[in-house]
């Protein structure tokens, strides 16, 4: 067993037609000039893998590690990630899709996924699409297609920096244009779209569509918009911490340090991203910039060092507890 420590993690991108650049513009990350719609901050996935960039790990992927080392996250004997957590840049809408929850992903072999969006940044206009109107038909859905009217049918909500939000899986959604967004999910990359605005790919193909199954996997009836309240969960003079959200599947924080703080041991590991300012580590000489993804294993008493006197905002998420 490889004695635990803080695990600085790097991202994997994808560039999908819809992004730009504002991830790596806000966050300095020294990449070539490309559109990076989306950046992989933590997943164990073949198909975009994130690595450990510092200590004994270093160069190992997180698969590696989870597979060598199960008992360092307390993961054993899954040996599987829980989360798949993502910045996303969205400089033009998503298609308006839906992902199968638990109850129904096996019915085309996939897999389940909810998640919440935590708004980083929203132009003046922004807004999602959450959950249907009113409960709709199938053929009144396929007519809504038909017709290119389907976001008509879908509650269009407003969105602002700082808010949370949760989609189930059932729940017809789509992402607007204008918004970066911090996302945790259930680990799947399923997706099943119905409508795409009727766009191109960069081969001058239209993006395939998956009716079927995305039928079949919504939740038939209409949902209610899920703004989720902060909820303040520790005030002290050097930091406080607001629960954003709670699910099944994982507890979302934020943080915002107004000088070092000691993280004292949990019986579960920590996802930490820095949104703002810079952190130091007491038994390490790595130092944690903003847009730096991180985990503290279980049972490791963290001391997160303030290292330049300024304010420090973080972004946490952990397993629901034991």
Request: glycine share 6%; with cysteine.
């Amino acid at each position: 067993m490889i004695e635990s420590y803080p695990l600085f993690l790097s991202p994997a991108y994808k560039h999908y037609l819809w992004g730009g650049s504002e991830i790596i513009k806000r966050f300095d990350r020294m990449v070539s000039p490309q559109i990076y719609a989306e950046s992989w901050e933590a997943s164990d996935r073949e198909e975009g893998m994130t690595h450990i960039l510092n200590g004994a790990l270093r160069g190992k992927s997180l698969k590696e590690v989870l597979n060598q080392y199960p008992d360092l996250l307390s993961l054993s004997p899954i040996k599987r990630f829980p989360f798949l957590i993502k910045l996303i840049d969205a400089q033009k809408p998503l298609s308006i899709q839906v992902h199968p929850n638990d109850q129904n992903a096996s019915l085309f072999g996939g897999e389940a996924k909810s998640e919440m969006w935590h708004i980083l940044a929203a132009d003046e206009k922004s807004h999602v699409y959450l959950g249907l109107k009113k409960p709709l038909s199938d053929e009144e859905i396929i007519e809504a297609i038909e017709n290119q009217n389907l976001e008509q049918y879908l509650n269009k909500v407003p969105v602002k920096s700082g808010q949370t939000y949760y989609i189930p899986g059932g729940m017809l959604h789509s992402i607007g244009e204008g918004c970066m967004i911090y996302e945790v999910q259930q680990n799947s990359n399923t997706t099943y779209r119905l409508y795409d605005w009727g766009r191109v790919d960069y081969e001058g193909k239209k993006r395939p569509l998956h009716l079927e199954k995305a039928l079949r996997t919504r939740v038939h009836h209409s949902q209610t918009v899920s703004l989720k309240i902060p909820k303040k969960v520790l005030n002290t003079d050097q930091a406080t911490c607001w629960r954003l959200m709670s699910s099944p599947y994982f507890n979302f924080y934020k943080w915002d340090m107004k000088a070092s703080i000691t993280l004292q041991p949990s019986n579960v590991f920590r996802v930490f991203f820095v949104l703002e300012g810079s952190l130091a580590f007491n038994k390490l000489t790595d130092e944690a910039t903003a847009g730096q993804t991180f985990i503290i294993p279980p049972n490791y008493e963290a001391q997160l060092l303030n290292s330049k006197n300024g304010a420090v905002t973080l972004l946490e998420t952990s397993c629901p507890a034991r």
